[in-house]
């Protein structure tokens, strides 16, 4: 007993686990008394025996086992923690427990597993009880098998998953054990009550025996859903709900909740798919092509043996289709035939929807087959057929189905037709829609006509499963010209058939048709949503059909009702009438007459026909009012048309009795029952009438009436043929008008269009120009309903034709097409109804679409090209997609069969070649918009393989992947992407790219649609993995993608998907849940309609004019993405924000601080932009009012849901102030946090402001001024810029303000009106501030007045707009106002420009009444101002600035370019806002507004900056004294703004101002002449050689042909230009960065002022081309070598190129080529060769030799021959390694050339060629001179050949030519070039001249201001340059003038530099304000000086070509 005492003293948890049994026993029970003691289920002392469960049911002491199990069942059932031991427990019930031979242990253990699944773990344990499935104790087997059992019957099967129990249930059933197979058989009972039949299909292989006692037991089962007996915790209120509720005596809630349940399972879902493309035979591709049948059959007999596998394993079974198909339509063995139908029977039934995607192939095969008569072939292609329409969709085959329709076997018809009617019966109301009867009808109407019986009965039979399926009232008016025998019968067929969703549609459509309209929400929500489920999205198209999918065919409900009562009798009367009465028969004249007696005045009749017109007058006023009284039942109308149709009928010659005879009938035709046969009579005449001048109305009238009675497309198909059997244009014209306007008025519906385009494009041929000009405006009104679509049908047309047309359609981009006011609308008007609403608009949907003439191309879509596309060789496949784009742009529209197509390209789709993929994205597109929506059907095979593409690593090929997928959603709606396992898939793979692209397309798709297929709940689970991806793209779109999941799927599927997350994964997704749920926007079913509605109900919403702005409008309401609320909110507690709603201000202030946390706006990517195309486009309303009318503020509301937080929303929007004050205290407080929320939402913030004025409330005001002022200064500090649409929306209002009573008010909004000035351009508001002077109130027109003046002091006269003459006009007549004040400001604000302004005032106000003027001028002489106190010379006329532009900063946030304009030109000074002076704090880098700030405003606070150092720039310049050195201060301190201070004096170089020109290239010389000081030249080259020939150019343009300039100013110039290049030139690393382009101009503008005659007359011209001509020499040594060589390359194809050009030009160019040439030796190892072979490549491209040996000259192909011949001397065969840079050599000869020379090379000696080279240019044939000739002149010619040597041998060749007179050098010249022989006289020249004292040379003018700065410096290396260059200028006088020169060259390979500027001004160009003014002088240059970074040169280069447009416009 010692030991027993021991234990005792012992705590619980010890007891619990002590090795003696006894003190185990008493643990468990101290234990089971605790746990009944505890209350509270949270209590923390569960937590201590967590540990203790798993022991206290695995006891190994049976007795202690018994007592622990207790316990055990006690926690769990109380303790809050007991779910987290599940597993470890419910595992140690089945080991441990279930193997007891105590009945108790075993049920303690059931009730513990059960007590688990009611907490919520029933997952949990059904997998451990699945596990104790598979022990080997037979015992615990049954015991699992029971728990099951009872866990099923007790919870139900929603919570108990059935499926993995079936899986085992056939191996139950085998089981040797009897006690296992009866418990299984129990089992299978229970699941049978829970399953029914789905049960039977996976039990089917189980024993027979047991399955017939199944049998017997499932018979015996109560009939009648079974109800769930026990709930999970989480459902125990339902339970108590549900027991109060029997008691009450009716168990409905709980019968509605289950009914949901029973469907739920399909045996299907139940079964394990089963993979057998892999168990084909491997022989059986070959097998089924084999010529024996027997082989055939083998191979056709496994593949039936594997497909009958209840389910199959997705994968491609498209080749396997293929061959089966080949069988069905090729086979001449029936047996087989059938066999393969069977086949794809097994296929279709195992895959389901994802046969889908072949079921287009296949049906038109097996339809054709049903011409075989056999019955059993018949029969399993039947079931082949039908098996197959359950994989796809009626709308998807449709057409296939039709096109068999016309067959002429009357078998195939028959059969065709039996197939609708089986069709037709798996369909509901709502998916099959009118416009999918329609055509079915059509063809089975011909069908009920057709000889032969069987085809007859089967027609019936479909029509009468159509009429019971969609009921009466929607096929009737398919049937109206059936007889009433066949109708009968019709109906009669439809009263047998029994639809496969027999009661329930038939309910569905009782409930309709009898509601009345107060149920009308009601049936929508019962009847309708259960009915929609699976049907959801309709078939015609994303939006078309969305009225009617949203609830479930109600389109028949609203209808009878809404009009009151009349409405179904309105409906009747608007197809009813017209149908009906189409049958009247044509009436003979006699009983015509009779008829019309009857209700005509005798007399009437009698004088119809009379003489007298007067008669016939008074006999129409009679026939008329008889008419006006007659009944509608009573009117003979045929009768009555027929007597206004008799003698003389429209032949009537009077136009008063013409006018009235018109006017009855359009009486008639309003008035009585109007047929066709009625129309027919009169419409003739009409026509014939309708181009009188004077009846014409009349004859409009009639038919507009006839339409409205005989339906307009019937008419106008009538009215058009008419016309145009005519020859009369004005009725051709006047029709085409009638029809425009008829259409409008009618709307579209019906109109068959195919006609009218072939009237039309009659008319545009017509020789009438108002024939054609009608018929462009009737094209103009189809477009707004048709869309681009219609241009297709006038491509061929004529250019001029073609652009008018075009014209006319912009002039309708944008419009919707008006609301039809006449005809059909009128009653789908009158009763607002969905119904008609989404039927219409789709009958003319894909009315628009049929009428596309279609070609079908599938007999182009051959074997061999489909084999091309699949080659091995990448160039073939590329054939054969090129051919394939070819046909399909040929083709333009096209029908859906494109046979092999589908499989080819798919191939293609994951090409390696990727050019090839994206070449098939393209064709895929252009697929898309040539098949139209028809494209659905290859959505399975094509569609889903183009999203694998998302895939793709290259960015290129996703994006161009994407636009297909987009282009083929466009046509085909969003249902069949998200139909079927397909999207899923592919959202599975673990593919980065492919999982965000495609979580982009979903979230930017699911937001637009209002239902989605049931399948898109198959995304979620890999949506939760991509949430965790470890890719963080993938994660952020994923997230973004969440609240458009949950908005189709609703919350509660989306954290049930969770369930099988791991736990730590599904807290994290929970918390992403709810944190979507609060921002889930609602469905887009009212924005749909709304934007919608103004389109009138029946525009067609396929076509862009609809849908587009429903898709945007929603779009832009759901695109926020939250994502930055995701981040920085994740502490916050969802739950709040999920639950808090409007109630905000109800809650308790924590509830209110948890929900407040998170950011308040919401940044959403490019949704400003988006708004702004909104309201552009129309699609929103333009924000515009006097006061706001309640669509603003609900528009603004929808607008902002999407960005602001909704608690804020609820504020801003409250209708108490107090709420807004506390939205603008929020707003203020998040200013600064969230600036980039604020300026993303900014155009909505400051809608809501502009309300805000509106508001009475002065707090609410303040506050709001308040607001504004910090938010302009947050914008100022931003740069931000206004938009025009931010600004226009705002500053109205604003102004309005301006007026208020209240000073400080008034002072509050002119200070928001300076602030703005810094966000807006002051030239921009000042129009605005304008409108506000024509205010009423007079405190706001003074206000905005004195605002003028101040704007006009600050920025100076530019920013009075439109121009200052205009505005101060305006503001003139306010001097003349009532008000003093007003008066006041208007004087106050003219004085301030006369200030800035001067005298010229007085010019601009235009002449102003006596005494205003006499008051203006005291006024002026009061202001104690003059002119002279004008700021800084108006600086320019440019505002000064207080903030920095860093261009990259400034390009952030711009999107428009009208915001870059304002940034750049629009300074701002402060200085007459000095409260907003304090403003920019910044650091900032300099530039050109900065530094004219400095001369402005803030010139004294910043003494370090060098402005004054320019001042004198700004001093008249009279003549450039030597003096100017002087500035050389400037560059004295070179620090950081030298580089800004070099782009500005450079700038000046290019001045159109000689002055200034010739004083900036002084300073730049200063520079280049001091080495020290050179560097800083660095990085400006390129840009100072442009400015430079620039100049240059300018000089040969404009100012030699100006007669009022001095020449000498010129020549002055040109000195300083060539000084300066010389200066430039010499130094060598300065010289090396010019680039090719300039380096190229620069040569072009120095060769032509070579060449320019004009100079040469001057008097120092010689010395300026002598200059250039040293300058040409320095520029070729000292460049860089390459882009020397490169640029004279390119310059002399050009030159050979410009037919303008001289001869001399390019020999010029030759020439410095040649030079070139000389310089190699030396320079090669420097060159880039490759880059030099390929501009020779591009030139022998250009230029092939036979071109060459064209031209007058052979210097061109022998320049070239030398060049080469050199590099190959100097490089040897390695120069064939240089030809890396030219892509295709054989485009050229160069190649061959230099193989061709190499080989020529090898032949001849080295010494030889070496000697060549030294030579250069210059070629002597050595061989045959030395033969000829003395030794003494060979060694002369060879000097002068030589380079060192040349100017000795010429001398001594003029000394022997002197000596010797008759000497004949002849032999030596004759065979050298050209060149060297004018080279050889030229110097013998020289010399003669130098000899003779002719050549005096005056000195060259190195210096820049023409002081003589030692001449002879240069002459020496002038004289030797100019004889070795051959350059002397004797001849200049031959010398053509050369304008044409600097026309561009015609082809420019190389971009030259112009090119580049240009590039650059493009983007600044638009954007930039006109401040510049005409009058400039050298003094007004661009500003102060100019500041940029020297790193971007575009400030510099913008100021050029501004410099030079000013200069032109001066000029002018």
Same mark, same amino acid.
């Given at each position: ?1515 008249? /310049? !009279?003549?450039? $004294?030597? &003096?100017?050195? #002087?500035? @050389?201060? =400037?560059? +004295?301190?070179?620090?950081?703004? *030298? ?27 200063? /520079? !280049?002449?001091? $080495?020290? &000081?050179?560097? #800083?030249? @660095?990085? =400006?080259? +390129?840009?100072?050689?442009?400015? *430079? ?424």
């Amino acid at each position: 007993m010692g030991d027993d005492s021991e234990w005792m003293k012992l705590p619980v948890d010890q007891k619990c686990e002590h090795k003696l049994w006894k003190a185990r026993l008493s643990g468990y029970e101290e234990a089971l008394k605790i746990f009944q003691k505890i209350k509270d289920e949270k209590s923390p002392e569960w937590s201590k025996f967590l540990g203790l469960i798993k022991k206290l049911v695995t006891d190994s002491n049976a007795v202690v086992q018994l007592k622990g199990l207790e316990a055990a069942l006690v926690y769990v059932e109380n303790a809050h923690v007991a779910g987290k031991t599940t597993g470890e427990v419910v595992s140690g019930v089945v080991s441990k427990v279930f193997n007891q031979p105590k009945a108790k242990a075993k049920e303690l253990g059931i009730e513990i597993c059960l007590m688990y699944i009611e907490i919520e773990k029933g997952e949990a344990v059904q997998e451990e009880l699945l596990k104790g499935l598979d022990n080997k104790n037979p015992k615990i087997v049954v015991a699992c098998i029971e728990t099951l059992r009872k866990a099923l019957s007790e919870f139900g099967s929603k919570i108990i998953l059935l499926k993995p129990i079936i899986k085992v249930l056939p191996k139950l059933f085998e089981s040797r054990e009897k006690a296992v197979r009866d418990e299984a058989k129990l089992i299978a009972v229970e699941i049978y009550r829970w399953i029914r039949d789905a049960l039977r299909p996976p039990l089917q292989n189980i024993n027979s025996v047991q399955l017939k006692e199944l049998e017997e037991e499932w018979v015996k089962l109560p009939i009648g859903a079974p109800k769930p007996s026990r709930f999970l915790r989480s459902q125990q209120e339902l339970e108590a709900k549900l027991e109060q509720q029997q008691s009450a005596g009716g168990d409905a809630e709980g019968g509605g909740d289950d009914g949901d349940e029973v469907p739920q399972i399909d045996a299907y879902e139940l079964l394990e798919a089963v993979e057998i493309l892999s168990k084909l035979p491997k022989d059986f591709y070959d097998k089924i092509e084999a010529k024996k049948w027997q082989e055939r059959k083998e191979a056709l007999e496994a593949v039936e043996v594997l497909v009958k596998n209840p389910k199959l394993e997705a994968g491609d079974y498209a080749d396997l289709v293929k061959a089966l198909k080949k069988v069905v339509g090729k086979d001449t063995n029936v047996m087989l035939v059938a066999l393969a139908a069977k086949c794809l029977t097994g296929l279709a039934v195992g895959l389901r929807k994802k046969f889908g995607q072949y079921a287009g192939h296949v049906v038109p095969t097996i339809l054709e087959k049903f011409k075989e008569k056999k019955p059993q072939v018949v029969q399993a292609l039947q079931e082949a057929i039908d098996a197959i329409f359950l994989t796809t969709t009626l709308q998807n085959i449709s057409e296939d189905v039709l096109a068999v329709m016309d067959n002429k076997n009357p078998t195939i018809k028959q059969q065709t037709s039996l197939f609708i009617a089986r069709s037709f019966r798996h369909c509901t109301a709502s998916t099959l829609p009118k416009s999918l009867l329609k055509p079915f009808c059509a063809a089975l109407l011909k069908h009920i006509n057709d000889s032969a019986p069987e085809v007859r009965d089967a027609a019936f039979e479909a029509l009468g499963t159509a009429l019971k399926v969609v009921g009466e009232k929607a096929v009737n008016p398919f049937l109206a010209d059936v007889d009433k025998l066949k109708l009968d019968k019709i109906k009669e067929c439809s009263e047998k058939v029994e639809l496969v969703h027999g009661k329930k549609a038939g309910l569905a459509a009782d409930k309709k048709e009898s509601k009345p309209v107060p149920g009308r929400t009601a049936t929508s929500g019962a009847a309708g949503d259960k009915d929609t489920k699976d049907i959801s999205a309709p078939k015609p198209g994303p939006l078309k059909k969305a009225p009617t999918t949203k609830a479930g065919g109600p389109p028949k409900k609203g209808k009878p009702a809404a009009p009151g009562g009349t409405g179904s009798a309105g409906t009747k009367n608007k197809k009813g009438p017209e149908t009906k009465e189409i049958v009247e028969p044509e009436l003979s004249i006699e009983i015509c007459e009779e008829k019309a007696s009857a209700v005509l005045p005798a007399t009437c009749i009698q004088l119809l026909d009379s003489s007298n017109w007067k008669e016939r007058l008074a006999c129409m006023e009679e026939f008329q009012k008889a008419v006006e009284l007659m009944d509608r039942t009573e009117m003979p109308c045929q009768a009555l048309v027929r007597m206004l149709a008799k003698k003389p009928g429209w032949k009537e010659t009077n136009f008063q009795v013409m006018q009235m005879k018109l006017h009855i009938v359009a009486l008639i035709a309003q008035k009585g029952n109007f047929s066709k046969t009625s129309a027919q009579i009169v419409l003739d005449g009409l026509v014939d009438k309708i181009g009188d001048v004077k009846c014409g109305n009349n004859a409009k009238e009639a038919m507009t009436a006839i339409a409205e009675a005989c339906m307009l497309p019937w008419t106008a198909e009538q009215v058009m043929s008419m016309a145009f059997s005519q020859k009369n244009p004005k009725n051709q014209s006047e029709t085409l008008n009638w029809l425009s306007n008829a259409i409008k008025e009618f709307g579209f519906s019906g109109l068959n269009v195919k006609a009218f385009i072939s009237n039309v494009k009659t008319a545009l041929a017509a020789t009438n120009p108002a024939v054609r000009t009608s018929a462009i405006t009737l094209l103009g009104v189809m477009y707004l309903y048709v869309g681009p679509s219609l241009r297709m049908f006038f491509e061929d047309e004529k250019p001029a034709l073609l652009s008018q047309i075009d014209a006319e359609f912009e002039k309708m981009q944008g419009q919707s097409p008006p609301a039809p006011t006449r005809g059909i609308s009128k009653h789908s008007i009158s009763g607002t109804d969905e119904g008609e609403d989404g039927d219409e608009p789709d009958e003319v949907g894909t009315d628009v679409v049929d009428l596309l003439p279609r070609t079908e191309i599938s007999d182009k879509i051959t074997s061999e090209l489909v084999s091309k596309i699949s080659d091995k060789n990448w160039k073939i496949r590329k054939e054969g997609l090129d051919e394939v784009a070819g046909i399909i742009n040929e083709a333009k529209f096209i029908q859906p069969n494109i046979g092999e197509l589908p499989t080819a390209l798919k191939g293609r789709l994951n090409d390696s070649n990727k050019i090839l993929v994206q070449q098939t994205l393209n064709i895929l597109q252009q697929l898309a918009v040539a098949m139209g929506p028809n494209i659905k059907q290859h959505v399975k095979n094509l569609g889903i393989p183009i999203i694998t593409v998302l895939g793709d690593s290259k960015n290129n090929v996703r994006a161009a992947a994407l636009a297909t997928v987009n282009a083929w959603a466009e046509q085909t709606g969003m249902k069949e992407w998200l139909e079927g396992e397909d999207l899923s898939e592919e959202l599975k793979k673990e593919n980065p790219f492919l999982r965000q692209e495609l979580l982009g397309w979903l979230a930017e798709k699911l937001p637009t649609l209002r239902s989605t297929p049931t399948d898109l709940i198959l995304c979620v689970p890999h949506l939760y993995s991509c949430l965790e991806d470890r890719n963080g793209d993938v994660r952020k779109k994923a997230q973004d993608a969440l609240p458009f999941f949950m908005m189709h799927l609703g919350y509660e599927k989306m954290a049930k998907a969770t369930g099988k997350l791991k736990p730590t994964s599904k807290d994290q997704v929970l918390a992403m849940l709810e944190k979507a749920k609060a921002n889930m926007p609602a469905k887009p079913a009212a924005s749909a309609k709304a934007s919608s509605k103004p389109m009138g109900g029946s525009a067609p919403a396929k076509f862009q004019p609809s849908s587009a702005p429903v898709e945007d409008s929603v779009s832009s309401t759901v695109e926020p993405k939250p994502d930055p609320k995701k981040a920085k909110a994740l502490g916050v507690s969802s739950k709040a924000k999920s639950a808090q709603g409007k109630k905000v201000p109800s809650k308790t202030s924590l509830k209110e601080d948890e929900d407040k946390s998170g950011p308040i706006f919401i940044v959403v990517p490019n949704g400003k932009e988006q708004r702004m195309k909104d309201e552009k486009g129309l699609k929103v309303l333009k924000w515009n009012f006097t006061t706001p009318r309640d669509e603003y503020i609900e528009q603004l509301k929808t607008q902002m849901s999407s960005c602001v937080a909704k608690w804020l929303q609820d504020e801003m929007f409250h209708s108490d102030f107090q709420h807004h004050n506390k939205a603008l205290a929020v707003m203020v407080d998040h200013l600064e946090s969230e600036k980039e929320g604020v300026i993303g939402c900014l155009d909505l913030i400051l809608k809501w402001l502009t309300l805000r004025f509106f508001d009475t409330n002065t707090s609410v005001l303040m506050k709001t001024l308040e607001y504004l002022k910090l938010l302009f200064t947050l914008l100022s500090e931003e740069e931000y810029h206004l938009t025009e649409n931010e600004a226009s929306s705002f500053i109205p209002y604003l102004i309005l303000k301006v007026g208020e009573p209240k000073d400080v008010i008034r002072k509050d909004v002119r200070a928001i009106l300076n602030r703005m000035c810094l966000v807006y351009p002051a030239s921009k508001m000042f129009p605005f501030i304008m409108e506000g002077t024509k205010s009423k109130n007079s405190k706001q027109r003074a206000e905005c007045l004195e605002e003028l003046g101040c704007l006009v002091e600050s920025y100076g006269m530019n920013v009075c707009q439109p121009t200052p003459g205009k505005a101060l006009k305006e503001i003139a007549i306010h001097i003349g106002d009532r008000d003093n004040a007003v008066r006041n400001a208007a004087l106050n604000t003219i004085v301030t420009v006369y200030n800035v302004h001067g005298d010229q005032v007085f010019k601009l106000i235009g002449t102003l009444s006596e005494k205003d003027m006499s008051m203006l001028e005291e006024r002026i002489k009061r202001s104690a101002k003059r002119p002279s106190a004008a700021p800084v010379k108006q600086v320019e006329e440019k505002p000064p600035r207080t903030q920095s532009i860093n261009s990259n900063a400034n390009m952030l946030r711009k999107g428009p370019a009208e915001d870059m304009s304002s940034k750049l030109n629009q300074a701002r000074s402060m200085s007459g806002h000095p409260e907003a002076a304090q403003m920019v704090r910044r650091e900032f880098q300099l530039d050109l507004d900065e530094i004219e700030n400095d001369n402005g405003t803030v010139r004294c606070e910043m003494p370090e900056l060098v402005q004054h150092k320019l001042d004198d720039i700004f001093e008249p /310049v !009279l003549i450039p $004294e030597p &003096k100017i050195r #002087a500035v @050389s201060p =400037h560059f +004295d301190d070179m620090h950081s703004n *030298t580089a800004s201070t070099i782009n500005f004096i450079i700038s000046q170089v290019a001045s159109g101002d000689i002055n200034t020109s010739i004083q900036a290239l002084t300073q730049i010389d200063e /520079v !280049l002449r001091q $080495e020290d &000081k050179a560097e #800083a030249m @660095s990085g =400006h080259i +390129d840009q100072f050689l442009i400015a *430079t020939f620039m100049q240059l150019r300018l000089i040969y343009n404009t100012h030699m042909a100006d007669e009022k300039l001095e020449k000498d100013e010129i020549i002055k110039l040109y000195s300083c230009i060539i000084g300066n290049m010389i200066s430039l030139f010499q130094i060598e690393s300065l010289a090396r960065e010019a680039s090719t382009g300039v380096l190229k101009d620069l040569m072009h503008g120095l060769i032509t002022l070579m060449l320019d005659s004009r100079i040469e007359d001057l008097e120092e011209g010689q010395q300026v081309i002598r200059s250039v001509n040293l300058l040409v020499v320095k520029v070729l040594e000292k460049s860089d070598q390459t882009n020397i060589l490169s640029a004279l390359l390119v310059l002399l194809q050009d030159s050979l190129l410009a037919t303008a050009s001289s001869p001399k030009f390019s020999e010029l160019v030759m020439k410095c080529l040649w030079r070139m040439v000389r310089l190699l030796p030396d320079t090669i190892n420097s060159i880039n060769l490759d880059r030099i072979l390929l501009d020779i490549h591009i030139f022998m491209k250009v230029f092939p030799k036979e071109k060459l040996k064209q031209c007058k000259s052979e210097f061109p192909i022998r320049t070239l021959k030398t060049l080469l011949h050199t590099l190959c001397k100097l490089k040897g065969p390695k120069i064939l390694d240089h030809l890396t840079m030219i892509d295709n050599k054989n485009e050229s000869e160069l190649e061959a050339h230099l193989c061709r020379m190499m080989k020529h090379s090898m032949d001849q000696t080295g010494s030889k060629s070496d000697k060549e080279t030294e030579k250069g240019a210059s070629r002597i044939d050595e061989k045959s001179s030395k033969a000829k000739v003395n030794d003494f002149l060979a060694e002369i010619f060879k000097k002068i050949g030589s380079k060192e040597n040349t100017k000795e041998g010429l001398a001594e060749l003029y000394e022997y030519k002197k000596k010797y007179s008759d000497a004949d050098i002849e032999p030596f010249l004759k065979n050298s070039s050209q060149f060297f022989q004018s080279y050889v006289e030229r110097g013998l020249r020289v010399i003669e001249m130098e000899r003779e004292g002719k050549g005096r040379i005056p000195a060259s003018t190195g210096n820049t201001n023409g002081e003589e700065v030692g001449p002879s410096v240069y002459l020496e290396r002038l004289k030797i340059l100019r004889q070795r260059c051959g350059l002397d200028n004797t001849k200049q006088d031959e010398r053509p003038p050369l304008t044409s020169l600097l026309s561009k060259p015609a082809v420019p390979p190389v971009a030259s530099s112009t090119d580049m500027l240009h590039s650059k001004l493009s983007q600044l160009r638009e954007s930039r304000e006109q401040h510049q003014h005409s009058d400039l002088d050298s003094n007004q240059t661009h500003s102060s000086g100019s500041v940029t970074t020297s790193s971007s040169s575009t400030a510099n280069i913008d100021d050029l070509k501004k410099r030079l447009e000013r200069i032109k416009s001066s000029r002018k």
